[in-house]
């Protein structure tokens, strides 16, 4: 049995009826401060059916005077007791406050801060201490304007997916579809989520294009995120974007990308060259794998190789009373580096020599207009203007067969006259059966020129006037074949990467292979496996034959279009 005070209430109720009022006065035991089901204060749905009991007075009709002479509190106009009802200004039957909780009368629920027994007495389902409480968005029942528990309408937070909602803002991913809160997908049209603008930024979506919203760098398409709005790519922004191939480089920035930067085409390096391997190369050359980037020290795909660019340069500081400074390609020219040269300008040298002041007018008309021209002038094929020898012969050596060594790689031309060696091979082998005015074209092609024959004896002596370009000791190899020796290719004592007879092209070595013969200043192979063409004439540094090797040379003339297994040469600049 439960116990409690009770406190006597006078309650005056005024009862307008017709042009009177009715004094009543009432004694009521205030609500309950605990109920005795134990639901004081819980959570419940205010719409449930609390169990209403006859809302009828057991003294109703009873003749009164004032509203204490009845149970209901209500003495009506004809002197009789009235039911308690929802409407009559009293607390009475269950109501827990004036007119209002309860369920006998049929009284709505309480506002906040009237009194109550249970929380379906309230206006928003929550009852605490016996008195209605405001509506939050913690107090985990659907209320206010609220779409579902604690969520939806204007003062609670967004519904989560699956949730009831009435319009897209009652939901976090703002997508309301038949009453539900939708999940977002990631081209709903909609910013939701921790999108920063629509259908981009944040953490699960694309990033925003130039002139979206963004908060962070990362909420944009590799562009710069500047007081809130993605920026239009710059060459300045220290980012890889718009049409640029490496940062701030290539493309349509304007600027070109130095060497090791990527590279998508020619035109994004500054070297005019994008390899094989999409990055900017040291030369225009050297962009393929075999013959340009396979000259230094041990065979292709071998352990211990030291590889680098056949392209690189060396400069050479003489003094101005000597000439002066210059640069000098540190290996011979590659086969493959010539292939670069036709196929860059389809073969049609003498549409890139027109007109040029550093190039002899004399030269032009014989020089290659298209590829078929261009591989005859490394061919086996005598050309009119070939020089003949003594015995008149022309292109001496330049047949695969019959003990001829050619190292650029074409198609088999006759049954006898084919190729004995793969191509990657003899790309890395140095160019030779090719005269002075085409190997000039190429140098000036790849942004250089052939270099004065004083200056490939000053790489060769030094400062020192040494005998040997690697100093005065050891001498010159003596026995055929020794492929022992590192300092030189020289009397066929280098053999790559077989040997096939009557093709004998395996003798010439691939620039920088003898590193021990390296010059004063590094330059390889400037004793050896070529002779080598010059601006104004060839020097007489030896071959891979038994070509002896010496720092003298000889001046231009009769020579210009000669073509010799023997003859190649290297680049230079000042």
């Given amino acids: 049995m439960r116990t409690f005070d009770q406190t006597i209430l006078r309650t005056l109720s005024l009862a307008l009826v017709g042009g009177g009022f009715v004094l009543a006065c009432s004694s009521t035991v205030d609500p309950v401060q605990s109920d005795p089901s134990g639901t004081d204060g819980a959570v419940v749905d205010p719409t449930t059916d609390g169990g209403a009991a006859d809302a009828k007075a057991p003294d109703e009709d009873k003749p009164c005077t004032t509203g204490s002479d009845c149970s209901s509190g209500v003495c009506g106009p004809d002197k009789k007791c009235k039911s308690p009802t929802s409407s009559d200004f009293v607390k009475n039957g269950d109501e827990t406050d004036i007119d209002c909780g309860g369920s006998t009368t049929g009284a709505k629920p309480c506002d906040p801060g009237k009194g109550c027994a249970v929380p379906k007495d309230c206006t928003t389902g929550v009852c605490t201490g016996g008195i209605c409480q405001v509506a939050t968005a913690t107090d985990g029942v659907k209320n206010g304007d609220e779409t579902d528990t604690d969520c939806g309408g204007s003062n609670a937070p967004p519904c989560d997916v699956g949730k009831t909602c009435s319009k897209p803002a009652d939901c976090v991913d703002k997508i309301c579809t038949g009453g539900k809160c939708v999940a977002r997908k990631p081209a709903d049209g909609v910013q939701n989520g921790d999108e920063t603008d629509i259908d981009c930024g944040g953490t699960a979506s694309p990033p925003c294009m130039t002139g ?77 794998d075999h013959g340009g ?85 490394v061919g086996p094929i005598p050309l009119a203007w070939d020089w003949a020898d003594g015995n008149g012969l022309r292109a001496r050596g330049c047949q695969t067969g019959s003990g001829g060594a050619r190292t650029f790689y074409q198609a088999d031309i006759t049954p006898t006259e084919k190729n004995y060696y793969p191509q990657d091979a003899l790309d890395e082998k140095p160019i030779q059966c090719i005269n002075r005015p085409l190997l000039l074209a190429f140098c000036l092609w790849d942004n250089k020129d052939l270099p004065m024959r004083s200056e490939i004896t000053y790489a060769w002596r030094g400062t020192d006037n040494r005998t040997w370009p690697w100093g005065n000791a050891p001498g010159l190899p003596t026995a055929d074949f020794d492929t022992s020796n590192e300092y030189l290719v020289h009397k066929r004592g280098y053999m790559f990467p077989g040997y096939l007879m009557p093709d004998v092209s395996h003798h010439i070595g691939a620039p920088g292979r003898r590193f021990r013969g390296a010059g004063p200043f590094g330059h390889l192979d400037l004793a050896g496996d070529v002779f080598e063409f010059a601006r104004d004439g060839r020097n007489n540094n030896g071959s891979w034959e038994n070509h002896v090797p010496s720092s003298a040379s000889t001046a231009a003339g009769g020579e210009d279009w000669r073509r010799y297994y023997a003859f190649g040469g290297r680049c230079g600049r000042r």
């Fill in 212 to 288: 979206q919203m963004c908060l962070v760098l990362a909420d944009c398409d590799n562009v710069l995120c500047t007081a809130g709005v993605c920026q239009p790519p710059t060459a300045t922004d220290g980012l890889k974007n718009g049409t640029e191939s490496d940062v701030d480089c290539g493309g349509a920035s304007g600027v070109l990308c130095e060497t090791g930067k990527l590279c998508n085409a020619h035109a994004d390096c500054a070297s005019e060259g994008c390899a094989f391997n999409n990055r900017c190369s040291v030369g225009k050359s050297c962009t393929q």
């Fill in 293 to 377: 980037f396979t000259c230094g020290t041990g065979e292709y795909g071998s352990a211990g190789k030291a590889h680098e660019s056949c392209c690189e340069e060396i400069f050479v500081n003489r003094p101005v009373a000597g000439g002066g400074p210059f640069y000098m390609d540190k290996y011979l020219v590659t086969a493959g580096r010539i292939r670069a040269f036709f196929d860059r300008t389809g073969g049609d040298v003498k549409t890139f020599v027109q007109g040029r002041a550093d190039f002899p007018a004399a030269w032009v008309d014989n020089m290659p207009s298209n590829m078929a021209e261009a591989l005859a002038n």
